[in-house]
């Protein structure tokens, strides 16, 4: 009986298959043919054998070694064939080899050599029937015995594109495999030369290592010397570092003034064109004040004119005539005076009030109210408001 050490794969074990005392080749015709190893001591502890190759006259089993264990393994086969005898097509047959092989647990309990046992696929008249064999090493019924035989051409339907896709994706590994394997070669080729001239020259090589030693020992004085400048210069770096960090932050910051700043541009750049538009309107209301104190100023003329007439009818008119008179030049007076000290003092109140137009612009854009003004600015346009009613009934008494 072949033994073979535990952990090692079980390779070559032959089982000569013979039908009608002739080596039996027409694999085709077996159908759901299994082959199982069982450990004798444990009838329910079955092993699938790896690799099953169907060749003339035999079959030629290989065993992992991962699904081995200690003990002597009988070899199950079963099959279905068509009976020659009975004529009801595929009939199942089972077959058992007793210590096809063991597994031992030391080197020197190994034997290498098998015993000869052959297989025949005869249909005998007599001997142990397909259930009785089965029973040994399964518990159930017939029906159960057919089940299990069955099962296997069901699994197989079932898992049959699986098993094309898993045998096209290994196909494919396989041949990836093989390119690696001619490259490996010519690698180890390379190598293998590589090796040669490797060794012829590891002798020059001892005699440059001794030389080298030397050179490292004065190296490694230069490293330990470098070794201090890196230190230094990691030290410098790191200084560098912490200055270039401290710089991006000064960089972060100005850019967020700067942004801010902008903003803040924005925001008066729209004060200033308000102001601008204010400063255009109190420009316009100056031109308007400069035109009615010339309109004055010809009144007051006219007035003059009149005033000297009335001189030159004094002696000849009335003491009314001559109190109207006198009454109209100071009324023209007044009015000229009046106008000059508007116009100045307009003038003053313009410049006072281009110089508040922030507050003015603040007031226009809801940021402050009229009672949060200066008493002044309030008071200058009171002012003005009280000019322009003034000068609107001065103008109205001459019409």
Known sequence: MKAVRIGNDVRNILIPVTRFAEPFVDWDSLVDLKVHAVERNRRKYFVTPTTVYKEDG????????????????????????????NQDGQQPKIIDIQKAFSIVEHTSQEVDSQDQFAVALDFAKDGLSYYQIWSQYFEGTQEDMIAWHQKPAIDA??????????????ENLRAGAEEVRERNEGLRSQAEQSRETAEGSRNDAEVIRERDEELRNQAEQSRETAEGSRNDAEVIRERDEGLRSQAEQSRETAEGFRNDAEVIRERDEGLRSQAEQSRETAEGSRNDAEVIRERDEGLRSQAEQSRETAEGDRQTNTTKAIRDAEFATQDANDAAVAADILARDYNARVLAIEEKLPLKADLLNGKIVVTQLPNELVDTTLYLTNVAHRKRRIKDGYK
Do not use: K, M, V
């Open 157 to 170: 339907a079932a898992t049959a594109a699986a098993l094309e896709l898993f045998i096209e994706e290994a």
């Open 58 to 85: 035999q079959l030629r089993l290989y065993f992992s070694a991962e699904d081995l264990q200690l003990g002597i393994y009988d070899i199950l086969i079963t099959f279905s064939i068509a009976d020659p005898i």
